[in-house]
């Protein structure tokens, strides 16, 4: 096992002194995933030039080992960071995250084949303002977990519909910055860290239909 870099072409020049495609622009706390058996890299948000939240969207072709960033239609999501980016089938979802100042709640779908974002009508009580949250889906549900906010809450979404569950077993304490992995129907959180920056180096296991805590929410998936 070992790190290789990935070269890429030159960025070149436009004619107005602008680095155009080669790569995506320098930034840092984007979120990234993969779609179409993995070939596409798709990276949403963060901070990028001068410092500043962004809401662009950049795909590496993993075949081709090329950078492309799309013509975006649709209304486009706010600039932000702390945010969760999640694939399911050929959408992503983007829930939640900080606009620099204030959490948010708000949940975005960018279907990839069209690249169009929709904001869709959910029903249900929705999650409060969070950021910093994982979201992993488990067959038709997409589940919401932890991060920073006014209160931790649980997603369920078949028809877009939000639903807060009640959990049983060993409760973990709330936390934020944590890894949450699906594996067939079982949700593994690890880690992460609280608001006095204590961490924690746990690890807890979700057995969908036996519930394990208070801060899981969920939605219903097509």
Known sequence: MRWERVLLPQAQKTEQGRE????SRKGWGHTCNTIKGRRFLYVFGGFGKDNCQ?????????????????????????????HSFTNVGDNLFVSGGTDGTNPLADLHILDTP?????????????????????AAPVCRR????????????????DTLMWKQ???????????????????????????????????????????????????ICFLNLP
């Open 114 to 134: 069209s690249h169009t974002w929709i904001s869709p009508i959910t029903r249900g009580e929705a999650p409060e303002a969070r950021q910093g949250h994982s």
């Open 54 to 82: 962004t809401n662009r969207l950049h795909i590496f072709d993993t075949v081709e080992q090329t950078w492309s960033q799309p013509t975006i239609t649709g209304t486009p999501t706010a600039p932000r960071d702390g």
């Open 20 to 23: 155009e495609a080669g790569g």
């Open 142 to 157: 997409l589940f919401i977990f932890g991060g920073h906010g006014k209160s931790p809450d649980d997603e369920d979404e």
């Open 165 to 215: 569950l009640n959990t049983t077993g060993d409760m973990l304490p709330p936390r934020g910055g944590r890894l949450t992995v699906p594996f067939g129907k079982i949700l593994f959180v690890y880690g992460g860290y609280t608001e006095d920056q204590k961490l924690y180096d746990d690890l807890y296991m979700l057995h969908v239909g036996k519930y394990f805590t208070l801060c």
